[in-house]
């Protein structure tokens, strides 16, 4: 069972000894489920999320995606620490995918999700972003320091760890955020900036440290993108970031990159 005493490698030994049971219990819910998706005759071939207790009394959820000639699985483990719930999603090549309790704050306050209980905000996270697909970010002096996960809500920013074989998902970023006004990020946020507080006070430094986080996003997704774009829209999308940059006070992108691809867990 997983405890909040445990090291890194005591939950990675407990996760991988525990799976073996609950890959056993997928396989039979992914005959059942083929079997239920025969008798429909339909087309229609929808996921399905199980919830499961082990025998070690670990607490597991898994999404299961039927095909004729195979089943995708998707198993998430996730236990209460001294932070809050954390989560652990296995990849196919033993990998281990973590998301911590301050993750999952950032998603619920990004994506504005009016959802109270911890445990139903992990569900429609996975639900929804079972699947991402990571990339390795550069950022300083054309070295590889974190890793940017693109799902269907938006992306993850976080640490990929090579020796462990996992990946730390520090923060997100929602579609509405890096998108948002024809996908720009300095007109989403360009008024804020702005705002004066009595005519004395500057712009807001909410605002500001969530313009410095949309930057560090963006210049990623540019960099990862660029060889799709023509020159033109190129240029000035470019000219647009180093808009968005100048208004944002020296030292907090650092920071930003930092809380996003830095060390630590939140």
């Given amino acids: 069972m997983l405890l909040p005493t445990m090291n890194e490698k005591e939950i990675r030994r407990e996760i991988f000894a525990d799976h073996e049971v609950v890959q056993r219990k997928m396989d039979h819910d992914a005959r059942r489920q083929w079997r239920v998706v025969l008798k429909s005759r339909t087309k229609?071939?929808?996921?399905?999320?199980?919830?499961?207790?082990s025998p070690q009394k670990n607490t597991w959820l898994?999404?299961?995606?039927?095909?004729?000639?195979?089943?995708?699985?998707?198993p998430i483990i996730y236990y209460y620490n001294k932070r809050g719930l954390t989560a652990y999603q296995l990849t196919e090549k033993?990998?281990?995918?973590?998301?911590?309790?301050?993750?999952?704050?950032?998603?619920?306050?990004?994506?504005?999700?009016?959802?109270?209980?911890?445990?139903?905000?992990?569900?429609?996270?996975?639900?929804?972003?079972?699947?991402?697909?990571?990339?390795?970010?550069?950022y300083r002096d054309g070295q590889v320091d974190g890793v940017m996960g693109v799902c269907v809500?938006?992306?993850?920013?976080?640490?990929?760890?090579?020796?462990?074989?996992?990946?730390?998902?520090?923060?997100?970023?929602?579609?509405k955020m890096m998108f948002a006004h024809q996908q720009m990020p300095h007109r989403y946020m360009k008024h804020d900036l702005d705002r004066?507080?009595?005519?004395e006070k500057g712009p807001d430094p909410n605002k500001l440290e969530a313009a410095a986080l949309m930057y560090v996003g963006m210049e990623n997704l540019?960099?990862?993108?660029?060889?799709?774009?023509?020159?033109?829209?190129?240029?000035n999308l470019r000219?647009?970031?180093?808009?968005?940059?100048?208004?944002?006070?020296?030292?907090?992108?650092?920071?930003?990159?930092?809380?996003a691809f830095g060390k630590g867990e939140d």
């Fill in 196 to 199: 004066k507080v009595k005519g």
């Fill in 94 to 138: 033993d990998g281990l995918l973590i998301y911590t309790s301050h993750f999952f704050t950032r998603f619920r306050e990004r994506m504005s999700l009016d959802i109270a209980d911890p445990l139903e905000l992990l569900k429609r996270f996975f639900w929804v972003n079972h699947e991402i697909n990571y990339e390795d970010v550069n």
């Fill in 153 to 175: 809500d938006g992306i993850t920013l976080g640490k990929r760890d090579n020796i462990a074989n996992s990946t730390l998902n520090r923060t997100f970023l929602s579609k």
């Fill in 239 to 259: 000219k647009q970031l180093e808009e968005t940059k100048g208004m944002i006070p020296e030292g907090m992108i650092d920071e930003m990159k930092r809380q």
């Fill in 222 to 235: 540019l960099k990862l993108n660029a060889y799709k774009l023509d020159e033109e829209h190129l240029v």
């Fill in 62 to 74: 898994y999404i299961i995606k039927t095909y004729k000639k195979r089943n995708v699985f998707y």
């Fill in 44 to 53: 229609d071939n929808p996921p399905v999320m199980y919830d499961y207790r």
